[in-house]
């Protein structure tokens, strides 16, 4: 997650008095707004729990009022806290943090505490309408769809809530995974716009767990019902005789195998990122972006309208560059360099979703089945073969077509060293 804190806001408060409020961002969409006081509160909390030498230092208080500059200089410190706070692990992953910025999205909002009904889709397009609570977390939410799917409690860690964009041919622009620091109705419902929905789907990047999730029957519907949209949306390549060979598992109703096959394919498991603009091997080429496989490949259409293939294995980065269109993409990054080092560890992504200690969530009783998709269409005749770049790539710089490539986009702070893999071979992961 990429928090910022790019401008500040004056605005009245209760008695008519001005204030100023920090704007804080995630992932270059606004959170929340809070006060300094706000942050000072946090700030002494976070001491008090976890000791001062632990948690970074605070902007100290000021005696007068402050001049537009010294507004400044505590908007820059203010940010760097809340950087240092969300990339420090125990702070980052504490209820105290993740409490304080739900409670603050709600009340920037202004969304009271209330029962409504949230939808959900899946990735067939069928839609799962659960009951819940304007304030329920993220895992609230993500258990109220389990439990209406009757999806076991030890396969929803396989699983996560994503927050996307629904383009006008009905596939998805994913934006981000929504996170246990946020209220997913408050997100989904704060940007006013119908296109932005929230999708269910599986969570990993290895495809061995996937016998972990087709061990029970919900399990196995949906991670076929996702196979099935990815073939449909040409994030799985198929030739006409896989698709041919797919398509008879699929009218024998042969999941587990159509899914064995569907592995063994080109992209499994991928996912695919909003078309962009890269420098190499020529400036203003545009490209397709992929993350999955423990690698970042990108399909490049040079000007003579050839397309080439290039990749970067995440086991070889040493840093990346986070800017507001491609923060989907660090996370991604960041995410399989988790679950390489989970798996090197010799731990497992499995686990028992804890459910909250107090109360239950209102929803209903009724259970939803997983619909089975359609046969899949006839293969895209039309899909242009691909040749590959050159294997000795060092670094690329991308862009989205939709965004400037200004200088205020990126900062020194934007770069992520990735150090896990110092001294580890591929061989050994």
Known sequence: MHFSIPETETRAGDGGAAYVAYNIHVNGVLHCRVRYSQLLG????????????????????????LTPAEVEQRREQLEKYMQAVRQDPTLGGSETFNSF???????????????????VLLSNGQKVKVTILTSDQTEDVLEAVASKLDLPDDLVGYFSLFLVRETKDGAFSFVRKLQEFELPYVSVTSLHNPEFRIILRKSY?????????????????????????????????????????????????????????AQTLKYYGYLKFDPCVTDFPEKGCHVVVSAGNNE???????PSEQIKEGSFKVTRMRCWRVTSSAIMLSICLQSMVDELMVKKSGGSIRKMFRRRVNGALRRSDSQQAVKSPPLLDSPDASREPMAKLSSKLTSVSLRGISHSSSANDVGANDFHGNYAFEGIGDEDL
């Open 101 to 119: 910025l739900r409670k603050a999205q709600q009340e920037t909002q202004q969304i009271p505490t209330e029962e409504v009904v949230l939808e």
């Open 205 to 261: 990047w290895d495809s061995s767990y996937d016998d972990d999730v087709m061990e029970h029957r919900v399990g196995l519907n949906l991670l076929y019902a996702q196979t099935v949209s990815d073939i449909e949306h040409g994030w799985i390549l198929v030739n006409k005789e896989q698709h041919r060979q797919l398509k008879s598992l699929q009218e024998k109703v042969s999941k587990k195998e159509f899914i064995r096959l």
């Open 42 to 65: 946090l700030h002494e909390q976070l001491r008090k729990e976890y000791g001062a030498n632990v948690v970074p230092a605070f902007p100290p208080k000021k005696i007068f009022t």
């Open 296 to 302: 970042l490949n990108f399909q490049v259409r040079l």
